[in-house]
Structures are given as C-alpha cells and as structure tokens.
C-alpha cells in the first residue's frame, strides 16, 4: 500500500538516553571511536583530526554540540563519518555517539515538526520528531546543526594530521 517515496532512510543512534536520526544518503561509514588529532584552539566541541581513508576528517562531540555533558567513550562508542551538504559544499565530518542502532525507514507522514516545548537542545537543530513505542528519535538538520562560520572553518580544517 504504501510506495517507496513516502518514506525515507535513517540511521539511529543514541546521546545518553535520547535517539537521534540522520539521513541515510548522507553517511558514508560508522567507524569503532578512537583519540582524534588535537587541533590547538579549536572550539570545545571539536575533538581533532581523524584520518578516514587517506583524508582528515574533524570530529566533533555531537553532545557538546547540543549542550549535554561530555562524550565519555565506551565499547559501543562510534564516530559517524558523515558527508553534509553545505552551502557551496560537501563538509566531511565525523559525529561521535555513544551508540549506533540500524538503518530504519521512517514514513514520510511519521515525522512530525519539532515542538517548541523548551526543551535541553536549540530546535532549530531539529528537522523533525518521529513517535515510537519507546519515545521518540530526533532527526537531525544536519545543514543547521553548524553555523554557516562554523562549516566554513572546519571545512577548511588542514586535511593533513601529519
């Protein structure tokens, strides 16, 4: 009954006790977490330098990023090595989450606008809310979640850890 373009692909993960989601498309691969290349004075939520294939790519805490405490790795800790679109550009980036689920399809008429309720994170990161038996899964705005100055400046981030 229902057709293919009505939904879409994300991949779920999780921040503490809140599920998030991000497009599909965009991710390229889910690396185990390990210590990224410091980079001197770069803002607090940026962890370095990690090199994927030849390439640095800078990873960020995503907790920092939407104001909860920071990442403590463990076993199921994994960096999200994700390519997102950017106003005149791909920036590759690499997202730390404590965990990462699956792969789930989401219909378009699930997800719901972010309620501006107050909640712990800016909405404006937030592209929407999908309901589940368990809560709900945050998609994220990916183009939104960095300033135009910030993509700018980690995008010309020196791609060499060496």
Known sequence: MSNISSEAQFVTFSLGEEVFAVPVEVV???LD?????KIPNGPDYLMGLRDVRG?????IDLRLRLGLSKTVPTEHTRVLVLDVPIVDRTLSLGLVADRVYEVTPFRRDQIETAPDIGIRWRSDYIAGVVRRDTGFVVIIDLARLLSHQEATALASTPRSAA
């Open 55 to 59: 390439s640095g790519v800078p990873v």
């Open 28 to 30: 390229r691969e889910i």
């Open 33 to 37: 977490h390990e210590e990224a290349f």
